[in-house]
Nanobody
Framework: QVQLVESGGGLVQAGGSLRLSCTAS????????MGWYRQAPGKERELVAT???????NYADSVKGRFTISRDNAKNTVFLQMNSLRPEDTAVYYC?????????WGQGTQVTVSS
């Protein structure tokens, strides 16, 4: 049974920082590409950042220079360091693991940025 468990969300003032974590179980974590997506109220889910099994990263333009994705294969965990947060970053953040045709999602963690 595959599980992705996110943590680290919360309420922060604009300009502040948060670090999200996602720990996976039930998969061979090191061979999966991992990603963070987010969904704001009334909007579609959008990609925030991804990291391949080789450690290559990709970011949405809106978060480049502010967010950093990383992974620790020994701990089966992917991180999202979020700095200089803005009210428009408010959303539910979801962890994703994917390998070809296998896609898995976490339950999401709420991030709220107050102005």
């Amino acid at each position: 049974q595959v599980q992705l468990v996110e943590s680290g969300g919360g309420l922060v003032q604009a300009g502040g920082s948060l670090r999200l974590s996602c720990t996976a179980s039930g998969i061979n974590f090191s061979i999966y590409a991992m990603g963070w997506y987010r969904q704001a109220p009334g909007k579609e889910r959008e990609l925030v950042a991804t990291i391949t099994s080789a450690g290559n990263t990709n970011y949405a333009d809106s978060v480049k220079g502010r967010f950093t994705i990383s992974r620790d294969n020994a701990k089966n965990t992917v991180f999202l360091q979020m700095n200089s947060l803005r009210p428009e970053d408010t959303a539910v953040y979801y962890c994703n693991a994917n390998l070809i045709h296998s896609w898995y999602w976490g339950q999401g963690t709420q991030v709220t940025v107050s102005s």
